[in-house]
């Protein structure tokens, strides 16, 4: 019997690429969903352990109104989501939380939810701000229809027939989530409180699962309402229905979650270049090579058949061209059985491609080795505490400032426009807002902006005797108590803090926000709205709730457009 070769040893200096390289908003904007997304390390757990959704309740009328009840069963116990469905309406119809008024709300549950509960959770989530959650409330959320697309498909199913699969595919959503809220948000239970066995104690996976829940009772409801209005109509296609997923849009309020939450941000790209680089090293041989490429033309495939715009973010045309390329690369290396041959391979695309296709690839070559990926969803989780070191000298301070801190400090922030932004909350709703600082004369200017908070500490820092202890400099300079603690509290890591200024006039939100929502969550089809906002798709091709117990594999992912949905003129 032989013994399989050990697996390469990978290079030191290629362990974890260069924080200046990947840090760029510019660059993380690119990276895309893998096995470590939230929501897609949601459904590989819900699969793998055979999760089953029941639906207990689906009380509601031809008008819309009424109640959803639905029970996740998982190895650890049930999860128990509750929606409440109301009549469309204009007035107070909005995306952002402001609004008042929405298609669906609904609750997700730790454990089982009595009647108590569900009366409670009805009378106080329309009131969301003043509203309290129950004690085992994980999430509360919100989402309407898409409401073209929503009602043509519960014409057609009405009328026993199929709904276009093109404009199914070109929207890909029937509701769109206008709101999930969790971890103490309204009194809902904070995910500190879960143990780490629980299957939902690792970050996001609650608000994924009451995401995925929400996309389920859309398909639901719209099958619903067409028999209410005639009892011969037919359910939605399975195909057509798994390419659905729940719409999304992000806005600026990540770009302060990025900021706030450094150790968590930390945490998830130091797991994502550990995943890169058990990729390239662990496997070797032509079968694992065959199995990148085919995994690399179901990309390219996914990306030549996606209709979205994406506007700064460019097209996915151009990105499957570059793929393409990539796979012509792959099938021209020399000596493909050599155990050097994929680190070879990676060390060619770097020197080629472009970064789109770079991070394209390597999200390839993470979820190509799922046995060693997905174990390190379960260390995503991380205490976010953030503690200073008051017995420390100013010395070392500032020589741990200069080395870690390089990009802040070389920050032009005389250049102009380079300090023209404020950040700041609405009245109506506390939701973040930036604009010129001439066009915003009140409220307060609530931004982290890293390089000016460093470069301002560095001044104070070389002025103070170095053998001061920071905690006497601390109390001299009460301004630098919170950049203090940050510095302190990040030592030792380093894929904390997105290198941006985020008051210049140069900086897109957008940047950041995508990599939230495309990287971290998992959407897919994440595109450009006016430079500050994301339109995406969360579960876009995802088993649904009547295959999730048999699904296996990670074929749900990359889905392809229904050949009904294939535009005439490719037909031919």
């Known amino acids: 019997m032989t013994t399989p070769a050990p697996p390469l040893a990978p290079p030191t200096e290629t362990r974890t690429r260069p924080p200046v390289r990947l840090l760029r908003p510019e660059r993380l904007a690119l990276l895309p969903p893998t096995r470590l997304s939230a929501s897609r390390a949601l459904v590989h757990r819900m699969t793998g352990q055979r999760w089953r959704v029941e639906c207990l309740e689906f009380d509601v009328d031809a008008g819309s109104r009424g109640r959803v009840r639905y029970r996740v069963h998982t190895p650890s116990g049930p999860f128990d989501f509750v929606a409440f469905s109301f009549a469309p309406k204009l007035a107070g119809r909005t995306s952002r939380i402001v609004g008042t008024d ?63 699969a093109r404009r199914l595919w070109d929207v890909g ?62 359910r939605l296609d399975p195909e057509l229905r798994r390419g659905l997923g729940l719409g999304n849009a992000s806005a600026l309020g990540l770009v302060f979650f990025t900021n706030n939450h450094p150790r968590l941000v930390d945490r998830w790209l130091a797991l994502r270049e550990q995943a890169l680089t058990q990729a390239l090293y662990a496997r070797r041989g032509t079968a694992h090579l065959a199995a ?24 996915p045309s151009g990105l499957a061209v570059s793929l393409r390329r990539a796979v012509e690369m792959l099938d021209t290396l020399p000596d493909p059985a050599a155990p050097d041959a994929l680190p070879r391979l990676w060390t060619a695309w770097h020197a080629e491609l472009d970064e789109a296709a770079v991070e394209a690839l390597a999200g390839v070559l993470i979820d190509s080795v799922p046995d060693l990926t997905d174990p390190l969803v379960d260390r995503q989780r991380v205490d976010e505490t953030l503690t200073a070191r008051p017995e420390a000298s100013v010395a070392a301070l500032l020589e741990h400032l200069e080395d870690a801190y390089g990009w802040a400090l070389a920050t032009d922030l005389t250049a102009p426009g380079a300090l023209r932004h404020v950040w700041y909350k609405s009245r109506a709703a506390e939701e973040p807002r930036r604009g010129p600082k001439e066009e915003v004369t009140e409220g307060l200017d609530w931004q982290l902006n890293v390089p000016r908070a460093v470069q301002a500490l560095a001044r104070d820092l070389r002025a103070a005797d170095p053998r001061e202890s920071v905690g006497a400099f601390r109390v001299r300079h009460p301004e630098h108590r919170d950049t203090v603690t940050r510095v302190q509290g990040l030592a030792g890591t380093a894929l904390h803090s997105p290198h941006m200024n985020i008051a210049d006039d140069a900086f897109l939100p957008v940047h950041i926000v995508r990599f939230l929502n495309s990287a971290v969550h998992g959407l897919d089809k994440t595109a450009d709205s006016a430079g500050r906002n ?18 296996t594999g990670p074929d749900w992912e990359l889905p392809a457009r229904p050949a009904a949905a294939t535009p005439c003129e490719e037909r031919a």
């Open 102 to 164: 929405w298609d669906m709300t609904g609750a997700l549950f730790d454990g089982v939810a009595d009647e108590a509960d569900l009366a409670h959770t009805r009378r106080e989530l329309p009131k969301l701000y003043a509203g309290r959650a129950t004690a085992h409330t994980l999430v509360w959320c919100r989402s309407n229809r898409s409401l073209r697309l929503f009602e043509h498909v519960v014409q057609a199913l009405a009328a026993g027939r199929q709904p276009d």
């Open 173 to 234: 959503y029937l509701m769109r989530n206008t709101g999930l809220d969790g971890n103490g948000t309204f009194g809902t239970r904070s995910f500190a409180a879960l143990p780490g066995h629980h299957p939902l104690a690792a970050p996001l996976h609650a608000q994924m699962l009451a995401a995925y829940l929400m996309r389920e009772f859309a398909a639901d409801l719209a099958e619903h309402l067409a028999r209410h209005r005639d009892r011969g109509a037919v």
């Open 292 to 315: 990148i490429r085919d995994r690399t033309e179901r990309t390219v495939r996914f990306h030549e058949q996606d209709p979205t715009g994406y506007g700064v973010f460019g097209s």
């Open 534 to 551: 994301v339109l995406g798709l969360l579960f876009h091709g995802a088993p649904t709730r009547h295959t999730l117990p048999d699904a």
